[in-house]
Antibody
Framework: QVQLVQSGDEVKKPGASMKVSCNAS????????ISWVRQAPGQGLEWMGW????????NYAQKLQGRVSMTTDTSTSTAYMELTSLTSDDTAVYYC????????????WGQGTLVTVSS | EILLTQSPGTLSLSPGERATLSCRAS???????LAWYQQKPGQAPRLLIY???SRATGIPDRFSGSGSATDFTLTISRLEPEDFAVYYC????????FGPGTKVDIK
């Protein structure tokens, strides 16, 4: 069965960087994109970007351009999302989801990783 | 960027009633790439409907989607206790966007 398992919750200082991982199993990793979506406390869903697993093409939300970077390691079927220059506004649950590129629906989701930015 | 608005913000209904949720796009959603997700507290979103009207694997047939271009609807024919949740629409074109959500709560 398809599973996306994310890394654990983190606490970061303002100005620091964060990197969340998403390990995929149960399907051919390179056949789908991975998208990242975040959700601030009590708020809605915000799409951050996607990466195609087979060639590393990316499409980032304009709002995060310059601060976000998405990569994949096909040898371990793992996707990574790094966000730099953190502020309290980046406090959120971060989700990975299968889909995005090529008009793919987001059909499987990771369990979420809570990142808290606090001094 | 395609902006999505959802109405109402909150829908208060009783089990067994019919729920009708609306999603409106700022421009036409290409080829009907419109999806609906359900989210319960503390859980990741779950795909319900994709391609405007196709149910995802394992989704009961009380959930249905319809619409085209800029106006879309999610209908829950008879609410079950487990259906009380927040529902988001999403267009999954080149740069996906989500609507702000509709909360369906118990009247």
């Amino acid at each position: 069965q398809v599973q996306l398992v994310q890394s654990g919750d983190e606490v970061k200082k303002p100005g620091a960087s964060m990197k969340v991982s998403c390990n995929a199993s149960g399907y051919t990793f390179t056949s789908y994109a991975i998208s990242w979506v975040r959700q601030a406390p009590g708020q809605g869903l915000e799409w951050m970007g996607w990466i195609t697993a087979y060639n590393g093409n990316t499409n980032y939300a304009q709002k995060l351009q310059g601060r976000v970077s998405m990569t994949t390691d096909t040898s371990t079927s793992t996707a990574y999302m790094e966000l730099t220059s953190l502020t309290s506004d980046d406090t959120a649950v971060y989700y990975c989801a299968r889909g995005g590129s090529g008009w793919q629906k987001f059909d499987y989701w990771g369990q979420g990783t809570l990142v808290t930015v606090s001094s | 960027e395609i902006l999505l608005t959802q109405s109402p913000g909150t829908l208060s209904l009783s089990p067994g009633e019919r729920a009708t949720l609306s999603c409106r796009a700022s421009q036409s959603v290409s080829s009907g790439y419109l999806a609906w997700y359900q989210q319960k507290p503390g859980q990741a979103p779950r795909l319900l409907i994709y391609g405007t009207s196709s149910r995802a694997t394992g989704i009961p047939d009380r959930f249905s989607g319809s619409g085209s271009a800029t106006d879309f609807t999610l209908t829950i024919s008879r609410l079950e206790p487990e259906d009380f949740a927040v529902y988001y629409c999403q267009q999954y074109g080149h740069s996906p966007t989500f609507g702000p959500g509709t909360k369906v709560d118990i009247k």
